[in-house]
């Protein structure tokens, strides 16, 4: 009988995410994976953690995502950047930006290997 697992809050730590796939879950493809949001943020490998859920949607796992309120602000971010405009080669303050920061974007950023918001993939 398949089941429903329900992952919430992994925040970037993808090491602890593959350990709980691999160690006490270990899901069938008959299985369904809920994912309840903040992925990324906080600590180390938030690129981590979305190669490692993509991988599970290749592999054609049932996987279910919500947007927790770490990837709306993080949305949200990149969408303010990309409207900013520039004066004499000043460009705007991005004051979403500033909030995510303090969620732990910096966090994001860095595991992305990316210094400029507009460099974030869509995906």
Known sequence: MPKKWIIPDIHGCSKTLRALFEHYIKPSKEDELYFLGDYIDRGPDAKGVIDFIMKLQEDDHTVHLLK???EETCVNACREEEGLKS?????????????????????????FGIKDLRDMPGE
């Open 68 to 70: 927790g309120n770490h």
């Open 87 to 111: 004066f004499m080669g000043i460009r705007g303050k991005n004051i979403t930006r500033a909030a995510w920061f303090q969620f732990g974007g910096k966090e994001t950023m860095e595991s």
